[in-house]
């Protein structure tokens, strides 16, 4: 019967307080984030402090993904209906026809480092030539943060051995040697520093300055039928943000308890990033731009592009209410 009386709200266009009012429990909005990633803390705010609840929807966390490319292979496979991403591994699935989503919002810009072995002779980047480093993936912020610091080191990506691990097995790999360096979001670099075993030779916004990172999307198909939820959806993510701005400790400590770290490593970490929910255009034609130079992807016109892949309507929505 609830099945039935979902479908008439669906066909006669409803919203879904008038299917709340029938008596229904509308399904879930199935939300994914990266395992771990500092920079999904607006995500974890809103769960822990009933952001969401009190904007009218219910969500469940449908994934919890080791790097960008998983959460766009989920998508792809039609499991999850928004998630917390980088803003790289979206725009190279969209750009290359894998998945139809659109960015709602941002979530951080900063936030990542290339890390080496505190006891390592390397102290710049043209040290790096002929050592292996660990990226957590393909087409994802952190290989174009570090493609992007090599080429303002001068130094070709080919002087490299250039790995794929999970930054949760980077510390690992950096302390038996596997890798001499690695790039990761927030918190790894930070907890390399606090166990003793790693030292930041760059941080990405020395790379980058203000460069967007994460980003809000969501499934086109899910956007056309359900764009109150996307609304609120939004609507809670920026209160989270400002909860993380006015609530330091708080948030950390809610940080603590989705990545399992230790509240010092999560303070220093949370130093390295800057939450927002402001939309970076400019940022994501550079993403454009860098991906095409890459030949991973292929765009005519990247202004198009980019006008097409974010949303800035829904944001502004929820910032004028």
Request: glycine fraction near 6%.
């Amino acid at each position: 019967m609830r099945k039935v009386v979902l479908l008439i709200c669906l066909v006669l266009g409803m919203t879904s307080a008038a299917c709340e009012a029938l008596g229904v429990e509308e399904e879930p909005i199935r939300i994914s984030y990266l395992q771990s990633d500092l920079h999904h803390l607006p995500l974890w705010v809103a769960l822990d402090k009933g952001f969401f609840d009190e904007a009218g929807v219910t969500v469940e966390v449908a994934g919890i993904f080791r790097a960008g490319p998983e959460t766009m292979s989920a998508f792809a496979a039609g499991s999850l209906d928004i998630a917390y991403v980088g803003q790289a591994p979206a725009t190279t699935a969209v750009a290359n026809g894998a998945v139809r989503v659109t960015v709602l919002a941002q979530v951080n810009t900063a936030g990542s480092a290339v890390v080496v072995n505190s006891r390592s002779t390397i102290r710049n980047l043209a040290d790096l030539a002929g050592k292996t480093v660990a990226i957590p993936g393909h087409s994802t912020v952190q290989e174009l943060v570090l493609r992007k610091a090599l080429k303002q080191g001068d130094l070709p990506l080919s002087k490299l051995g250039i790995i794929v691990l999970k930054p949760p097995e980077m510390i690992g790999a950096l302390i038996t040697g596997q890798i001499n360096a690695f790039v990761a979001w927030e918190p790894f670099p930070a907890k390399a520093v606090t166990e003793k075993q790693g030292r930041v030779l760059v941080a990405s916004s020395a790379v980058w300055p203000d460069h967007p990172c994460c980003v809000v999307v969501a499934d086109n198909g899910f956007l056309r039928k359900h764009r109150d939820k996307a609304v609120a959806v939004v609507k809670a993510h920026v209160r989270a943000i400002e909860f993380i701005r006015n609530n330091n400790e708080e948030a950390a400590r809610i940080a603590a308890k989705y990545t399992g770290m230790d509240m010092e490593t999560i303070r220093l970490a949370m130093q390295n990033v800057a939450y927002t929910s402001k939309l970076s255009i400019a940022g994501e034609r550079e993403y454009v731009t860098f991906l095409r130079e890459m030949k991973l992807i292929s765009v005519d016109d990247p202004d198009r592009f980019t006008r097409d892949f974010i949303d800035g309507t829904i944001l502004e929505q929820v910032s004028a209410k």
